[in-house]
T-cell receptor
């Protein structure tokens, strides 16, 4: 299957700082990218949907000014957690949707996740 | 909200077939059934999907009932590496956002 990468894989930061997480589709162009967060022993919760060149669509209850999403190209989306606090500590996962070589349909692939710890 | 219900957890002996059920009684005619799994501290991995016919690939088989209100994912020869949370999802097309339910935590026992 296609490859989606995230960077960094884990990050520890101080309370009040901002953290940027990158999501890249390595071998296909992602028309749509999705961001999820996951707390321990819980399911993934969709945060937002982003399309290249347009503003992200946030799910109800997700603060758009807190979680800034930029989808500047067909292979890169970034999530910035602004003024992070300990309650923002979580596992953040992105997925990318697009046509891959050899595929007859548009499929979604998930990144490996980024573990954020805010002290 | 997730449109599926799954058992919270299941156990399966290594080498045996693991059969994971999923109920999706409100599925629409144009919605597919997708299965993903998530191994601890990793991103979800696609397993298989289907509309109404049974499907098989190198990972698993998907059996969908004739009325499409339920399905079963079959891992034919479970190994310890199949220990994961398995999510059954219904969605219209491949661009549609994925809403995850609670999934089934599958434990493969040695």
């Amino acid at each position: 299957g296609a490859v989606v990468s995230q960077h960094p894989s884990r990050v520890i930061c101080k309370s009040g700082t901002s953290v940027k997480i990158e999501c890249r589709s390595l071998d296909f162009q992602a028309t749509t990218m999705f961001w999820y967060r996951q707390f321990p022993k819980k399911s993934l919760m969709l945060m937002a949907t982003s399309n290249e060149g347009s503003k992200a669509t946030y799910e109800q209850g997700v603060e758009k000014d807190k979680f800034l999403i930029n989808h500047a190209s067909l292979t890169l989306s970034t999530l910035t957690v602004t003024s992070a606090h300990p309650e923002d500590s979580s596992f953040y996962i992105c997925s990318a949707s697009g046509w891959t070589s050899g595929s007859s349909y548009n499929e979604q692939f998930f990144g490996p996740g980024t573990r954020l710890t805010v002290l | 909200d997730a449109k599926t219900t799954q058992p919270t957890s299941m156990d399966c002996a290594e080498g045996r077939a693991a059969n994971l059920p999923c109920n999706h009684s409100t599925i629409s005619g144009n919605e597919y059934v997708y299965w993903y799994r998530q191994i601890h501290s990793q991103g979800p991995q696609y397993i298989i999907h289907g509309l109404k016919n049974n499907e098989t690939n190198e990972m698993a088989s998907l059996i969908i009932t004739e009325d499409r209100k339920s399905s079963t994912l079959i891992l034919p020869h479970a190994t310890l590496r199949d220990t994961a949370v398995y999510y059954c999802i219904v969605r219209v097309d491949r661009d549609d956002k994925i809403i995850f339910g609670k999934g089934t935590r599958l434990h493969i026992l040695p």
